[in-house]
């Protein structure tokens, strides 16, 4: 069955820390990567996709993302977190065929103290 | 301009009592997508509309939920006898196409069945 695993259900930071959420994967065939955000009181946004091309994927707000296809993962990075960077995050894919819907990790909560 | 919008934003209701739940997809968006929000369980696909095909029910947890799209445009998702456990955030996205676009989330309808 298609899945979706976040490793960390909530990380704790402080403001500069470096950040990297994992995620990985179990979906045959070719994939569509994406990683949301959910900020407080906000509805989910996209950070940043992947397709193909450029396994390393540069997203909004100095995020980004590595599609490693032999380990089945797609980690979130952001080198320096910033207090304004608290949220839950979530790591989904589908297959690049169309008409597939979204498989989302449980999410990760991240917060930042300043 | 306008993004997905939902409503109501909030919806209490009794056990047993139907719900009606609507959305609507950003203009020209021919995919649209209903997905449930549960605490702890991230987020979980219930049905895809696509143009005129028929939907992908797959992710109904039950013959108590059903959902239609009118005009290829506004979605209305109902739950029929509501049970407790159908207490979730009922989120509601669309996309240009289906598969590989990006999809647009609305700011969901938080239902809670007494």
């Known amino acids: 069955a298609q899945s979706v695993s976040q490793h960390n259900h909530h990380v704790i930071l402080s403001e500069a820390a470096s950040l990297e959420l994992g995620c990985n994967y179990s979906?045959?065939?070719?994939?569509?990567l994406f990683w949301y955000v959910q900020y407080p009181g906000q509805h989910l946004q996209l950070l940043l996709k992947?397709?193909?091309?450029?396994?390393l994927v540069k997203g909004i707000k100095g995020f980004e993302a590595e599609f490693i296809k032999s380990k089945f993962s797609f980690n979130l990075r952001k080198p320096s977190v910033q207090w304004s960077d608290t949220a839950e995050y979530f790591c989904?894919?589908?297959?690049?065929?169309?008409?597939?819907?979204?498989?989302f990790g449980k999410g990760t909560t991240l917060s930042v103290s300043s | 301009g306008a993004g997905v919008s939902q409503s109501p934003s909030n919806k209490v209701t009794e056990k047993g009592k139907d719900v009606e739940l609507r959305c609507d997809p950003i203009?020209?968006?021919?995919?649209l997508y209903w997905y449930r929000q549960s605490l702890g369980q991230g987020l979980e696909f219930l049905i895809y509309?696509?143009?005129?095909?028929?939907?992908?029910k797959s992710g109904l947890p039950s013959d108590r939920f059903s959902a239609e799209r009118t005009g290829g445009s506004v979605s209305t998702l109902t739950i029929q006898r509501t049970q407790q456990e159908d207490s979730a955030v009922y989120l509601c996205?669309?996309?240009?196409?289906?598969?590989?676009?990006?999809?647009?989330f609305g700011p969901g309808t938080r239902l809670t069945v007494l």
């Open positions: 979906y045959g065939g070719t994939v569509n």
């Open positions: 203009s020209g968006h021919t995919a």
């Open positions: 992947y397709f193909s091309g450029d396994p």
């Open positions: 989904a894919v589908n297959s690049n065929q169309a008409g597939t819907a979204l498989i």
């Open positions: 509309f696509q143009g005129n095909s028929a939907p992908d």
């Open positions: 996205a669309s996309s240009l196409v289906g598969g590989a676009s990006e999809q647009f």
